[in-house]
């Protein structure tokens, strides 16, 4: 890398969080409803929580995380349900049981959620509860939630983390 890349990649990040945490509204949306255009949301359009996530993160909306994968998990390894590898299917294993499953099956909604999805739902829910989560590190991977997002990583997924 260029003696200047690391540079550029600092100040990229700085930009996309300082535009996260002052939570503006997505260009062409109607005031206080942003747009969300996340093929995992077709069905769950009022679903306030990616409407919270895309107003206190706004360069997030359309891209990966955009998506169930930054809340919720799939099936549990070393179960029936390891096969699951959406967090959509395994979500729905809760009105639509498969009768294969033995093992591994959600007892409700919050059984579907990540470490990140964990302690959004711990603050309140809310954006001001993503913006008090922002500087946590929910994975323990050693990156706050917030510079895993600017980097368009899942904040509930541990992994190596480098800018």
């Not at 895309?54 to 096969?83: E, F, I, K, M, W």
Request: aromatic share 8%.
């Amino acid at each position: 890398m260029s003696k200047y890349g690391h540079g550029k990649i600092f100040v990229l990040t700085i930009l996309l969080l300082a535009v996260g945490w002052i939570g503006a509204s997505i260009p062409g949306a109607p005031i206080g409803q942003e747009a969300v255009k996340s093929r995992a949301y077709v069905g769950h359009e009022n679903d306030q929580d990616i409407r919270n996530f895309v107003q206190a993160y706004p360069l997030a909306a359309g891209t990966r995380l955009d998506d169930c994968l930054t809340c919720h998990r799939s099936g549990v390894a070393n179960t029936d349900t390891a096969r699951e590898f959406s967090p959509c299917g395994y979500c729905h294993l809760i009105p639509f049981p498969n009768p294969r499953y033995a093992t591994g099956l959600p007892g409700g909604y919050q059984g579907t959620l990540n470490v990140y999805g964990l302690a959004y739902e711990k603050a309140g829910r809310t954006v001001g509860a993503l913006e008090a989560i922002a500087g946590a590190d929910a994975d323990g991977d050693g990156a706050s939630n917030a510079a895993e997002i600017a980097a368009l990583r899942h904040p509930g997924e541990s992994h190596a983390f480098r800018l």
